[in-house]
């Protein structure tokens, strides 16, 4: 059986400019996997986003070459408005995804539009309203709400769909701390029913890391490293190097690691630096380190 995402020999060159955005990409994403995306401002990230929901090549102009498969179809092949109940994304900006006059009436149009009986809505909208935390704001209009509100919302609105695979490009970008926490908290508990494929671009690390099953690191539209979470930041210098930096406490179990005062995995959460740290001093105080 193929993957539900098989991206081959891909590039994608926007017309008029001089450099494809994306060159020669290969990726696998198995269904059910949290795949996290990371790079530097303009190295292709959303290209590729836009690539899986068909508005490469639709919406934009440009020269392709090779092949982007979801569900074993070309994204080319499929018939128009097909692909976007499979692939779901939520921008950036938020606002201009919105198009209704209620939180509750943005939530339930895009199911309205996907032909869903009404008790299905009904329950669809229960399930996404108690999962996102929406339900003081369902009678607001959406223009109303702050930045951090709007990010919850449309990712309610994506969500309400339940497509096989759900792009998020930057969804906290915009929000404070409390509020990135809290789309992450809701990605947690996505993660938990593993109902969907979750492609998560961001550059908030720390909150990435923990959730992500696997990590793909982009710089001028290639795709440098592709790896499941914990072999991957084995890279650790080469991502530093190239302008990536891991959380404080990975760094800083790297730094002693090339001091030759660590030799054990590089925490991926503040849990697992914490035990490694206890594990450390252990050592220390035994008199083992030398
Ligand atoms: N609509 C467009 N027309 C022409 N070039 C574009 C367009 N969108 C993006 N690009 C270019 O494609 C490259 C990759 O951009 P993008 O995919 O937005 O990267 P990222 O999301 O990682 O910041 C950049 O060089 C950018 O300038
Ligand atoms: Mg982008």
Redesign the pocket.
């Known amino acids: 059986m193929s993957a539900l995402i098989e991206i081959k020999d891909y590039s994608w060159r926007?017309l008029?400019?001089t450099?494809p955005?994306?060159k020669n990409l290969n990726l696998t994403v198995e269904e059910g996997v949290f795949l996290g995306v990371i790079?530097?401002?303009?190295?292709?990230?959303?290209?590729?986003a836009y690539s899986l929901n068909g508005l490469i090549p639709g919406q934009?102009h440009g020269v392709k070459e090779g092949a982007v498969y979801v569900a074993g179809t070309e994204v080319e092949e499929y018939p128009k408005g097909e692909l976007q109940r499979s692939v779901g994304v939520v921008f950036s900006d938020p606002e201009s995804q919105f198009t209704a006059m209620t939180v509750e009436d943005e939530l339930v149009f895009g199911m309205e539009n996907l032909g869903m009986s009404i008790p299905e809505i009904r329950e669809r909208l229960e399930w996404v309203v108690d999962l996102t935390n929406l339900s003081p704001l369902l009678l607001k209009p959406p223009y109303e709400i702050s930045g951090g509100q709007k990010q919850r919302v449309a990712l309610a609105a994506v969500l309400a769909m339940t497509p096989r695979v759900m792009i998020l490009?930057e969804p906290t970008s915009m929000l404070d701390p409390i509020s990135r926490k809290r789309v992450f908290d809701v990605l947690a508990k996505l993660k938990k029913e593993q109902k969907n494929t979750i492609i998560v671009?961001e550059h908030s690390l720390e909150n990435l890391i923990p959730l992500a099953d696997r990590m793909a690191f982009?710089l001028n539209?290639e795709l440098v490293l592709e790896d499941e979470t914990r072999p991957f930041f084995t890279q650790i210098a080469m991502l530093m190097e190239k302008g990536i930096f891991p959380p404080d406490a990975m760094q800083f179990f790297h730094q002693l690691n090339l001091r030759g005062w660590y030799d054990g995995q590089l925490p991926l959460t503040v849990e697992e630096a914490a035990q490694s740290l206890r594990a450390l001093l252990a050592r220390t105080q035994a008199g083992g380190l030398k």
């Open positions: 926007y008029y400019t450099e955005a994306v790079g530097p401002n303009g190295s292709g990230k959303t290209t590729l934009y490009d671009i982009m539209g």
